[in-house]
């Protein structure tokens, strides 16, 4: 029995095999104790599971778009590879610049709100560009490279060295990029890149343009599926490799990759682009011959592949371009040129062999053609390209190498 001023409680206690509850005497002040000890015990286990619970409702680790990271991050790679068209092998190899994309995208984009599977046109956009940033050595450009971490201080310090500014083709309102890549921005305020506001083509990219900032590595097929995509400008770098066949899926206008290391042949589907204004290939390392299918390019004004490894003879068919060659098929919505009006066209420092096709020569300006410059390996006592008096503008001597 329990004595004056005492309180018989009954203690829980463990055997190995079985529970037992042993009947003790314990004093009041002792029994206040206790409730005190156990009042703080519970008031630790309820600040613990709070805190857990807030820990996992952090940005981030909360889960996005009403799916977890892994299944998020999953639904990404089933989009690179069945729309985006990327091998699982590339995405496998965690060194691709595919992988480092897909990694980049799932797990490391601050973009707020976040990107969901069902932002299919924005996350395939943002995949194939940042694909194109780890495959021409984004880390190793001049400017605009990534913060070095997610901090608000590094991402000002990274848009603070970015001056890259695109060209202004006069093709009426479109949004001009100017911070750091891979910047927790939609990739239109990317520097270098150029979108459409206009239409159901609005928040798109038209122009990637880059020149000097040291872009090197090679062009990844994926940029194929940039459907409005109407200026590639990639000047003045280290970009290796062929170009891709994909591009000719694009509505390009403007493609420009001098003084490059490109090598190959001109891809077949580029000549298909018959929208093409222009195609500045000069100085790089491309081989092969220019192909009759030149014809197609009836909107062509400017045409520079000089300084290449191009072999055979020049086909007769650049004589047709002359056909659409006014003025006013350079397309322009305020009323300004796109290009200047200077038809001009590069062979020289190649293997082309053979003689200038006279339909060529009558369409120099002189002969009241649009071609105002023509120039060829035609100097020397042995020219390679055999050029009347009154046909190429200029002459070179293909020098051995």
């Known amino acids: 029995m329990a004595g004056i001023g005492a309180t018989a409680i009954r203690h829980r206690y463990r055997n190995r095999n079985h529970l037992s509850f042993l009947d003790v005497e314990v ?37 996005a778009c009403n799916l977890t990271p892994q299944v998020r991050a999953a639904k990404f790679r089933q989009m690179a590879i069945q729309i985006a068209g990327t091998p699982a092998a590339t995405l496998n190899n965690e060194n691709s610049p595919q992988a480092q994309a897909l990694d980049w995208i799932s797990n490391k ?31 190793s450009w ?18 603070q060295n970015c001056s890259i500014e695109a060209t202004k083709y006069p093709m009426g309102d479109r949004t001009y990029g100017a911070d750091a890549w891979l910047t927790p921005k939609p990739i239109c305020d990317w520097a270098g890149l150029v979108c459409h506001i206009d239409d159901e083509r609005k928040g798109t990219l038209d122009q990637i343009d880059f ?9 990844i097929d994926e940029i194929g599926l940039l459907k409005n995509l109407r200026f590639l400008i990639l000047e003045q770098g280290t970009i290796e490799g062929e ?30 682009i018959k929208s093409l204004l222009q195609l500045d290939l000069n100085d ?19 045409l520079q592949l000089n300084n290449n490894a ?55 300006v002189a002969e009241g053609g649009k071609l105002s410059t023509l120039e060829a390996d035609c100097a020397g006592q042995s020219p390679q390209v055999a050029c009347g008096a009154q046909c190429c503008t200029a002459c070179f001597e293909k020098t051995a190498e």
């Open 27 to 63: 004093d009041e002040k002792e029994m206040e104790g206790l409730l005190r000890m156990k009042k703080q015990r519970m008031s630790m286990m309820l600040t613990t599971t709070a805190s857990t619970t807030s820990s996992q409702t952090t940005p981030a680790a909360a889960s």
């Open 109 to 139: 984009d601050q973009m707020a709100p976040p990107l969901c599977p069902s932002d299919e046109p924005e996350v395939l956009q943002r995949y194939i560009m940042a694909a194109f940033y780890f495959a021409t050595g984004g880390g």
């Open 142 to 159: 001049k400017e605009c490279i990534a913060p070095a971490d997610s901090s608000p201080a590094a991402i000002a310090a990274a848009n």
């Open 211 to 219: 020149e000097g900032n040291n872009l090197s590595g090679s062009l």
């Open 243 to 272: 170009i891709p066949e994909s591009i000719g899926n694009l509505p390009l206008l403007i493609v420009d990759l001098d003084f490059n290391r490109l090598i190959g042949p001109i891809p077949p589907s580029l000549y298909n």
């Open 284 to 302: 790089n390392q491309m081989t092969g011959r220019l192909s009759s299918d030149v014809e197609h390019w009836q909107k062509m004004t400017y």
């Open 310 to 364: 191009f072999t055979g003879i020049i086909p007769s068919e650049l004589g047709q371009l002359q056909k659409l060659r006014e003025y006013n098929m350079c397309p322009s919505l305020d009323g300004r040129p796109l290009l200047p009006q200077d038809y001009t066209a590069f062979f020289h420092g190649n293997g082309f062999i053979g003689s200038m096709p006279q339909s060529v020569c009558d369409n120099l």
